[in-house]
Nanobody, 124 residues
């Protein structure tokens, strides 16, 4: 059974930091890229970041570049999203998901498997 399990998010003040993790199982981790999406209330899902498990290449949306860092521990089949300098507009449900290669990470249709999502709330 394919599973992507995100860590619990949380509530943080603006300017603060939070790290999310995504533990994958049930598929060959090295064959996939892992991306993070987020969905704020009333908005469409937004591709935030992606990492290729095979070569470690990383990609970021302009809205988070310089503040978020994605990393991967292939031995643990786990991807992390370190979020610094958080802003109220970062408030959303964050999802991790698996896809073949990061080139299409901004498109919701590119993903094969999804986690259940975790709430991140940034207060002003």
């Amino acid at each position: 059974e394919v599973q992507l399990v995100e860590s619990v998010g949380g509530l943080v003040q603006a300017g603060g930091s939070l790290r999310l993790s995504c533990a994958a199982s049930g598929f060959t981790f090295d064959d996939y890229a892992i991306g993070w999406f987020r969905q704020a209330p009333g908005k469409e899902r937004e591709g935030v970041s992606c990492i290729s498990s095979s070569d470690g290449s990383t990609y970021y949306a302009d809205s988070v570049k310089g503040r978020f860092t994605i990393s991967s521990d292939n031995a643990k089949n786990t991807v992390y999203l370190q979020m610094n300098s958080l802003k109220p507009e970062d408030t959303a449900v964050y999802y991790c998901a698996a896809l073949f290669g990061c080139s299409g990470y901004g498109s919701i249709t590119a993903y094969d498997y999804w986690g259940q999502g975790t709430q991140v709330t940034v207060s002003s």
